[in-house]
T-cell receptor, first 116, second 112 residues
C-alpha cells in the first residue's frame, strides 16, 4: 500500500492566489514526521516545511503552511500569495520512527505551474 | 553554507559497464542516502548509511551496491549497468538532531 499519496499530478494557479497541494499518508507508527520539498527545474531538492506527529500546531514557514489533520491522515501544503518562482515539482514525504532515524518515503509529486 | 556535491550532473554509460556515482558532504553528517527519481514514481530509496562502513538496503537495492569508507563520502555502484537504471540519482545527508535532509544537485544517468 502507498504510504504517501499525492493525487494531483499537476496544479495551476494564478500569481498572488493561494494554492493547496494535497498529501495523505498511511502509518501505524505513533511517532512520525511529514515533510514537503520543492524541486525546481534545475533539479535540486529544497526543504520547505516539517510537521511532527506530536506537534500541536500546524507548521508555518513564511508563505508555506502545513494543514495537518491527524485523524484524516492528511498533510496538505498551502502556499499563500503564489509567485512565479513557485513553479516547480512538490514532494510530500514521511519519516516513521524517532527523529534520529531519517528514512524517508516520498510521494509521486505534484507539478505546480504559476501563471502571471 | 551546507553542501552536498555529486561527481557528475550528466553521465552516459553503456550496458554492462560498471558505474560509480560519488557523493560528498561537508557537514559532518552521520547519515547519507541514495535515491533514484523517475517520472510518476517520485523518489525511491536505494541504500543508506548510518556511519562509516555501515550500509542498509532501502526499498530498491537490486542491481546496486554502495561504499562508505569515509564519513563525508558515499558512493553508489552499478555493478553492470542496464537500460532500466537510466534515471536521476539523488544523494542526501542528514544529522540526527536536524529534521532536514540536504540533497545534492543530482546525476542524470543514461545507460544505452
Amino acid at each position: 500500500a502507498q504510504k504517501i499519496t499525492q493525487t494531483q499530478p499537476g496544479m495551476f494557479v494564478q500569481e498572488k492566489e493561494a494554492v493547496t497541494l494535497d498529501c495523505t499518508y498511511d502509518t501505524s507508527d505513533p511517532s512520525y514526521g511529514l515533510f514537503w520539498y520543492k524541486q525546481p527545474s534545475s533539479g535540486e531538492m529544497i526543504f520547505l516545511i516539517y510537521q511532527g506527529s506530536y506537534d500541536q500546531q500546524n507548521a508555518t514557514e513564511g508563505r508555506y503552511s502545513l494543514n495537518f489533520q491527524k485523524a484524516r491522515k492528511s498533510a496538505n501544503l498551502v502556499i499563500s500569495a503564489s509567485q512565479l518562482g513557485d513553479s516547480a515539482m512538490y514532494f510530500c514525504a514521511m519519516r516513521e520512527g524517532g527523529t534520529g532515524f531519517q528514512k524517508l518515503v516520498f510521494g509521486t509529486g505534484t507539478r505546480l505551474l504559476v501563471s502571471p | 553554507d551546507v553542501k552536498v556535491t555529486q561527481s557528475s550532473r550528466y553521465l552516459v554509460k553503456r550496458t554492462g559497464e560498471k558505474v560509480f556515482l560519488e557523493c560528498v558532504q561537508d557537514m559532518d553528517h552521520e547519515n547519507m542516502f541514495w535515491y533514484r527519481q523517475d517520472p510518476g514514481l517520485g523518489l525511491r530509496l536505494i541504500y543508506f548509511s548510518y556511519d562509516v562502513k555501515m550500509k542498509e538496503k532501502g526499498d530498491i537495492p537490486e542491481g546496486y551496491s554502495v561504499s562508505r569508507e569515509k564519513k563525508e563520502r558515499f558512493s553508489l555502484i552499478l555493478e553492470s549497468a542496464s537500460t532500466n537504471q537510466t534515471s536521476m540519482y539523488l544523494c542526501a545527508s542528514h544529522s540526527g538532531p536536524s529534521y532536514e535532509q540536504y540533497f545534492g544537485p543530482g546525476t542524470r544517468l543514461t545507460v544505452t
